[in-house]
């Protein structure tokens, strides 16, 4: 069970420093827990792990290819290897390892890419993966995640390790702000409801949650009653809750730090489309290349704030009331 913290506020802790806090937990308590870094261990905060279990780390050097087809040999002798590049390296660089060394394998992988869209900052536009979970996506048999804050790290990680087969895990890693209460747990495969709400649903992911939180008070004040889901898992996404949004709101605003092609919206649209066709209004980055900047600057430079979400969730419910997609 989880449950929303009553005031949004940065985390007390990173992202990374849950993900190795967490990593490091697992490997005392199982030799088979193995990380993998492609050149990155103190970017991704891993040199605690290193330090402890010498040999339970590999740094592959800047080989992120190579370092999936390593994570796919210690799965077949039995390991699960945790593999960690910056988002677009760990999907655009081993697309190909991933489909056929690990997914058509039928092996255990687990993928991290950190600092995925606007939160890759001042590494600009050519580490700024907005099309990460969309170049995954297309695998079969992939799991997708997207991690929120430093409490859905430590208890999601546990759970990929003891869940078989390759999954793509994408964060931040630094500070985000924190949505969750400690001790909360969650179900992959099975989006968060984090608020209630009749005339239109936000679906969320990743940073955008915490703005789609902010989103629905402004609506609230507009008289428009916004219920918030945190959809974490896009692959296999929840069509049973997404359908559940549609028939009962009938107007959906999906919000991603990712492009709007093969991301979060066209996921909730494609699970949308085949039985509840409502409204859908897609906040996220509009089909364009990334660029150095300050993550605030980027945010609002691409349209990723609680303003173009209260926006997209005018226009879904305007839509609603002139009759289109009507139920």
């Not at 890419?113 to 695998?139: C, K, L, Q």
Request: hydrophobic share 45%; glycine share 8%.
């Amino acid at each position: 069970m989880f449950k929303v913290r009553e005031t949004l506020a940065k985390s007390p802790i990173m992202m990374r420093e849950a993900y190795c806090n967490t990593l490091i937990d697992m490997a005392t308590e199982n030799e088979n827990i193995v990380v993998l870094d492609a050149d990155l261990v103190s970017s991704s905060g891993m040199k605690p792990f290193f330090r402890q279990f010498p040999d339970s780390a590999i740094n592959v050097g800047i080989a992120e290819a190579n370092m999936i087809g390593i994570a796919a040999g210690l799965s077949v002798v039995g390991k699960i290897p945790f593999a960690h590049s910056f988002g677009c390296f760990a999907t655009r660089k081993t697309c190909d390892q991933v489909m056929i060394s690990a997914a058509y394998a039928k092996l255990n992988v687990k993928i991290l890419g950190s600092d995925p869209g606007v939160t890759a900052a001042y590494n600009g536009g050519t580490h700024m993966p907005f099309e990460d979970m969309g170049v995954m996506r297309s695998i079969p048999e992939i799991t997708l995640i997207e991690l929120t804050d430093p409490v859905m790290v430590m208890d999601i990680i546990r759970q990929v390790a003891d869940s078989y087969g390759v999954h793509y895990i994408r964060m931040p890693r630094k500070n985000v702000t924190a949505v969750y209460e400690d001790g909360s747990s969650f179900e992959i495969g099975k989006g968060n409801v984090l608020r209630e709400g009749k005339d239109v649903t936000i679906i969320a992911s990743g940073i955008l949650v915490a703005e789609a939180l902010k989103a629905a008070e402004v609506l609230k004040n507009d008289r428009i009653s916004a219920r918030v889901v945190d959809m974490f898992t896009w692959k296999p996404i929840d069509t049973e809750l997404v359908e559940k949004c549609a028939k009962e709101t009938k107007a959906i605003v999906t919000a991603e730090n990712h492009n709007i092609f093969g991301g979060l919206g066209s996921a909730v649209s494609e699970a949308v489309v085949k039985t509840h066709p409502v409204p859908v209004e897609m906040v996220g980055v509009k089909d364009r290349f990334g660029q150095v900047g300050t993550e605030d600057y980027l945010r609002e430079e691409y349209g990723l704030t609680a303003k173009e979400i209260v926006e997209a969730a005018k226009r879904a419910v305007s839509r609603k009331k002139h009759g289109l997609f009507s139920l």
